[in-house]
């Protein structure tokens, strides 16, 4: 099959527009609709509805079914080019979200790398939406995120949790080991989304409306604003225990705890081939490490 006409196919798709989808590629419309046309002769079937006077293509239902099929041709296309370079087979493309690559993961990731030979990591860092993409498409292989996204072609299964606790800076703030959160100016937070649960419990102890002074989405600019009087945060109970010891933060036990964090490992429902050995390679390594991590409860 032409790659080259799938490769365009799924760039329409991508941009919802043929010409959109050449400015992606870099070529013609013209070049684009051609591309498109001989994918749906060589096919024998309609691909795309293209209505005079709309600007987003409609997918037909066979272009529907099209989707995962093609990305799973240039999936297949990429492992081809590595087994023609004798590229080594035991390599695992992981995505997940920066606190937990940073934080978590970061010494499973050395264990394999120093345990396993001609094992070859490859570790990205997105939002949880964007890991779930990057999963449909055969772009990464497996993906440890924070919350689940239905999807039929993706499998989801939660491997574990950690508490989230209490975090305050010792100079600068007195707050007692023990924390109720009807006591605590929600005005002080630094707040960051810790997921649906929990921004449901936050909502019922302080109105969503009230204003909190600032709000971060990344784990390492928390810490940045800690210096300030009664400043507080709620981090995952790893993280605080790191920044424990590196910086004397004080951790604090809520009274009436949050909803303790989970972690799920997704992968695609029809892996390809070349993953399933390293894949369980590196399920036991982080079956392991969470076996081993007292902060870590397994699900």
């Known amino acids: 099959m032409n790659l080259t006409g799938i490769k365009t196919f799924l760039a329409i798709v991508e941009t919802q527009s043929l010409s959109k989808a050449a400015e992606k590629l870099f070529l013609s419309q013209s070049t684009v609709s051609y591309r498109l046309n001989t994918l749906e002769k060589e096919l024998n079937t309609k691909l795309i509805e293209r209505d005079q006077g709309q600007q987003i293509i409609r997918l037909t239902n066979k272009g529907e079914e099209f989707v995962n099929i093609a990305k799973r041709w240039i999936a297949l296309q990429r492992d081809t080019d590595m087994w023609i370079n004798n ?9 997940s979200v920066d606190s937990i690559n940073t934080y978590l993961l970061t010494k499973v990731y050395r264990d394999i790398l120093q345990n396993e030979t001609s094992f070859q ?61 009807e006591n605590l100016d929600v005005r002080k937070e630094v707040f960051l989304d810790w997921g649906a649960s929990f921004q449901t419990w936050h909502d019922s102890w302080w109105d969503p409306a009230e204003a909190i002074e600032i709000a971060v989405d990344t784990v390492g600019l928390i810490f940045n604003f800690l210096n300030r009087p009664k400043a507080w945060a709620i981090l995952p109970e790893s993280i605080a225990r790191t920044y424990e010891k590196i910086h004397n933060y004080k951790i604090s036990e809520f009274i009436e705890s949050p909803p303790e964090r989970i972690y799920y490992k997704v992968v695609h429902r029809d892996p390809l081939p070349r993953v399933i050995k390293p894949l369980k390679i590196f399920d036991s390594y982080l079956q392991q490490f969470v076996n081993e991590n007292p902060f870590l409860n397994n699900l």
């Open 87 to 95: 590229e080594s087979p035991l390599k695992l493309n992981i995505g």
């Open 121 to 181: 990591l490859n570790i990205s860092s997105h939002w949880s939406r964007t890991i779930f993409d990057l999963l449909e498409c055969y772009e990464i292989d497996i993906g440890i995120v924070p919350r689940m996204i239905r999807t039929k072609n993706l499998l989801g299964k939660p491997m574990f949790s950690e508490k989230l606790v209490f975090v305050s800076n010792p100079y600068y703030s007195d707050y007692d080991d023990f924390v109720h959160p």
